[in-house]
Nanobody
Framework: VQLVESGGGLVQAGDSLRLSCVAS????????MGWFRQAPGKEREFVAG????????YYADSVKGRFTISRDNTKNTVFLQMNSLKPEDTAVYYC??????????????WGQGTQVTVSS
């Protein structure tokens, strides 16, 4: 199973970015997908998750109202639309696959990560 992220970059506070993650090697629609992030010196944290159908989404409090997760099962792709970015959103963002959109049971698959840097 391979998860490949793209879309990271350097932006200014208030800007937007859209991350994408393309999955291969498994039946994409069988899995919940999500995004985690890890800032320097901090633990990796949950950002957003979406169930297999896309009907249910979950967000960390820190990104609610600013980030939107979505998926296209016909393209084996999950997206993270990030609006109103803040410097504290700076981190490496990882795509993840698992059984639950909340990832309460853990993460089965990880991507390699994409850097998002937000300047003030």
């Amino acid at each position: 199973v391979q998860l490949v992220e793209s879309g990271g970059g350097l932006v200014q506070a208030g800007d937007s970015l859209r991350l994408s993650c393309v999955a291969s090697g498994h039946t994409f629609s069988n899995y919940a997908m999500g995004w985690f992030r890890q800032a320097p010196g901090k633990e990796r944290e949950f950002v957003a998750g979406i169930n297999w159908s896309g009907r249910n989404t979950y967000y960390a409090d820190s990104v609610k109202g600013r980030f939107t997760i979505s998926r296209d099962n016909t393209k084996n792709t999950v997206f993270l639309q990030m609006n109103s970015l803040k410097p504290e959103d700076t981190a490496v963002y990882y795509c993840a696959g698992g059984m639950s959109g909340t990832f309460s049971g853990g993460v089965d698959y990880w991507g390699q990560g994409t850097q998002v840097t937000v300047s003030s």
